[in-house]
Structure formats: structure tokens, C-alpha cells
Nanobody
Framework: QVHLVESGGGLVQAGGSLRLSCAAS????????MGWFRQAPGKERELVAA????????YYADSVKGRSTISRDNAKKTVYLQMNNLKLEDTAVYYC????????????????WGQGTQVTVSS
């Protein structure tokens, strides 16, 4: 079992930046790929960024590519999502997830989920 807790969400103006954090506890964090998902009202949950267990491989959805950076600190058992140049369409609940997988860009590979953190981008 992996327990995940997200933080760092909030209200930000368009064009601004946020850094989301996800702290893990439980099983060995460094064994798991980590992903950031988001779900906007009325929309399906989508995988926006992911990173392999070692940090050597990353995945970004086209919607955030070039504006976001995922990173991890295995010693701190934490994964981060730095989001820049935020757009109105980035408004969503952001979830952190863990999966024992090498296929970091495959959404169904993630088994453990945090409770989510709200990101709201205003004009």
C-alpha cells in the first residue's frame, strides 16, 4: 500500500505558476512510477505528466508539454509538478498516483491515488 498526499494547489491568475507536491508513505517509493492526473468538471480524468521510478523517463500530455515539469526526490519520497504559464483550461482537481510499472505514460497502470488538490486559474 502507498499513501499519497497532494499539496500546493490554489487560485492563480492566467500566466502564473504553481508547484504541486505529492508526499508518499508506505511501500518503497523508489519502486514506483509516479503520475499526475487531472479532472475538470464534466471531463474525464487525464494523465498529464509521469515519471519513472528512477526519474530517468518522463511523459507529458500535449496539453501541458513545454509548460510543465515533473520531478521526484526519492530521498524525500516526494514528486513535484511545476506548472508555468497556466491557462484557464488547466483548472481541475489534480491527483497524484503511483504505479509499479515501466509504462509511465499508460494511465491504467496506476494503482494508488491521493485525494487531490484543486487548481483554479482565473482570468
Amino acid at each position: 500500500q502507498v499513501h499519497l498526499v497532494e499539496s500546493g494547489g490554489g487560485l492563480v491568475q492566467a500566466g502564473g505558476s504553481l508547484r504541486l507536491s505529492c508526499a508518499a508513505s508506505g511501500r518503497t517509493f523508489s519502486n514506483y512510477a509516479m503520475g499526475w492526473f487531472r479532472q475538470a468538471p464534466g471531463k474525464e480524468r487525464e494523465l498529464v505528466a509521469a515519471i519513472s521510478s528512477s526519474g530517468g523517463s518522463t511523459y507529458y500530455a500535449d496539453s501541458v508539454k513545454g509548460r510543465s515539469t515533473i520531478s521526484r526526490d526519492n530521498a524525500k519520497k516526494t514528486v513535484y509538478l511545476q506548472m508555468n504559464n497556466l491557462k484557464l483550461e488547466d483548472t481541475a482537481v489534480y491527483y497524484c498516483a503511483a504505479g509499479a510499472t515501466r509504462r509511465v505514460g499508460v494511465a491504467r497502470e496506476y494503482d494508488y491515488w491521493g485525494q487531490g488538490t484543486q487548481v483554479t486559474v482565473s482570468s
